[in-house]
Nanobody
């Protein structure tokens, strides 16, 4: 029903910025809320940010508030995560995921509602 492909990860210095992209496709991709999650080996998956299907509501984890911005362009079926003031603790594999949730506010706390996942993109923050 939904395919997702992340891109934009890489190596960045502390304090730098990076923009991740998530290309969505399939049947009615604009009916899905999209979340960004990250995972470090040996640690639990962590919700980072999410945006609702219309792109007018979003949530952020406390650790990234004020530094990250999520957005979407439904004309191009793209979702973005603009990351600024990056820290070493932001190092992780970042995934975008879709939840079929038309018209409703997105939910970040429960990853189980996100059925469709991308392959992930590595973000490494290091000097």
């Amino acid at each position: 029903q939904l395919q997702l492909v992340e891109s934009g990860g890489g190596l960045v210095q502390p304090g730098g910025s990076l923009r991740l992209s998530c290309a969505t496709s399939g049947l009615r991709p604009n009916y899905y809320a999209i979340g960004w999650f990250r995972q470090v080996p040996g640690k639990e998956r962590e919700g980072v940010s999410c945006i609702n299907s219309r792109g007018d509501s979003s949530e952020y984890a406390d650790a990234v508030k004020g530094r990250f911005t999520i957005s979407r362009d439904n004309a191009d079926n793209m979702v973005y995560l603009q990351m600024g003031s990056l820290k070493a603790d932001d190092t992780a594999v970042y995934y975008c995921a879709g939840s079929y949730r038309p018209f409703s506010r997105c939910e970040l706390g429960s990853s189980s509602i996100y059925i469709y996942w991308g392959q992930g993109t590595q973000v490494t923050v290091s000097s």
